[in-house]
């Protein structure tokens, strides 16, 4: 048994499969593929391609169980109560890393892997105005292009530290000032400002 039919889990279910192993993926998720399909935007990576490769990989004879989650639809010992001999842990990492600044927890407010998740789980949602993404990384990156694609006015990723510091690939961040988004460095988010549960706004510290 592999849990989680992303990256992780469908290489080893495919290599298990060429020594010969009966193979069972189970994901939470409606389709395989973890977080290449949840967490990377269409344009980087065509649901098409991605489809194509997992689909090559599971025709060796791998079974496939989807929308079925660990510690709802099946636990460890059921598993072993069903016969699996081996099982082999594949969930990835999903829990995003949160500002820890005041007012965060507010439903405007949210993580980047859960943004992107939810473009592709929903119809992506309309995000007029302005929209703040706090981070250098290549999440952020994907979640100020993706939130261009839904729609937002202005976007503008607040990065604490220099261009030359940002993790994010060049290639990544010159794509993204190309289509508009505006990165501001050495600033970092003190609050969020909320007035009767709206958000105004995100106070920063210019570094």
Known sequence: AVIGGGPSG?????????????????????????MLRYGIPEYRLPQAVL???INYLVAHGITVKTGTKLG????LDSLRADGFEAIY???GSWVAKGM???NEKHPRILPGIVY??????DTPPRMPGTVAIVGGGNTAI????????CGASKVAILYRRTRQEMPADDIEVEDALEEGVDIQYLVAPKK???DNGKLLGLECYRM
Request: aromatic share 8%.
């Open 89 to 91: 842990l594949a969930m």
């Open 10 to 34: 469908l290489t080893c279910g495919y290599f298990l499969r060429q020594k010969g192993y009966e193979v069972t993926i189970l994901d939470k998720q409606p389709k395989l593929g973890g």
């Open 142 to 149: 994907d979640a100020a292009r993706t939130a261009l694609r």
């Open 51 to 53: 489809d194509k490769e």
């Open 72 to 75: 709802e639809a099946f636990t």
């Open 100 to 102: 820890g600044v005041e």
């Open 116 to 121: 992107l998740e939810g473009c592709k789980l």
């Open 192 to 194: 969020a400002v909320i």
